[in-house]
């Protein structure tokens, strides 16, 4: 089965560096990678999504990069802010017709004031 | 995003009682509805898929008859946690995919259940 690999595992940058957090997967038929925010308390929350046709998208400080050769991809924030800490889940998906995400073990970030 | 909502979003019980969560699409209607379990600092381990109308799918390991779920419409899914003990305290998260071949997710808000 399709196996989710995440790292780092916790990220520490000051307020207004960037961040990365990179996700490898082993199934090569997976084909949908969302990222999620999970505040403490609180469910996770859908922030950016790529499909395995696209390379790279973009949503203002937010972007995701895709190297399906390689199978992996990465979320990148640019110019952190504190609300941005949170723990950050990346997920492949490698069901055409349903949902089926493994999840990776996530990324606790903290952004320093 | 889609807007999904789960009820209650904390709930203590007794041993030996059963505890219902409720998940609610409410402004969409989600054929197919997740249901899933956090430890503390772990990531989330899906537990079942159900899909309206039809009896759900359970993910290996997970007790059909200890954890009961309901998708009688297209915008209600229930998870039923039978005869609770302290070990299955846990966050239960649900989440809800919209339409036929769409695949954007979108999750509740989570349920934390402690069992005493």
């Known amino acids: 089965g399709e196996n989710v690999e995440q790292h780092p595992s916790t990220l520490s940058v000051q307020e207004g560096d960037s961040a990365v957090i990179k996700c490898t997967y082993s199934?090569?038929?997976?084909?949908?990678f969302p990222w999620y925010k999970q505040e403490l308390g609180k469910g996770p929350q859908l922030i950016i999504d790529i499909r395995s046709n696209v390379g790279e998208k973009k949503d203002q400080r937010i972007a995701v990069t895709l190297n399906k050769t390689a199978k992996h991809f990465s979320l990148h924030i640019t110019e952190t802010q504190p609300e941005d800490s949170a723990v950050y889940f990346c997920a492949a998906s490698f069901d055409n017709y349903g949902q089926n995400f493994v999840f990776g073990p996530g990324t606790r970030l903290s952004v320093l004031p | 995003g889609a807007v999904v909502s789960q009820h209650p979003s904390w709930v203590i019980c007794k041993s030996g009682t059963s505890v219902k969560i409720e998940c609610r699409s409410l402004d969409f209607q989600a054929t197919t509805m997740f249901w899933y379990r956090q430890f503390p600092k772990q990531s989330l381990m899906l537990m079942a898929t159900?899909?309206?109308?039809?009896?759900?799918?359970?993910e290996q390991g997970v007790e059909k008859d200890k954890f009961l779920i309901n998708h009688a419409s297209l915008t209600l899914s229930t998870l039923t946690v039978t005869s609770a003990h302290p070990e299955d305290s846990s966050f239960y998260i649900c989440s809800a995919q919209a339409g036929t071949g769409g695949r954007e997710a979108f999750f509740g808000q989570g349920t934390r259940l402690t069992v005493v």
């Open positions: 199934d090569s038929a997976s084909n949908y």
């Open positions: 159900s899909n309206e109308g039809s009896k759900a799918t359970y």
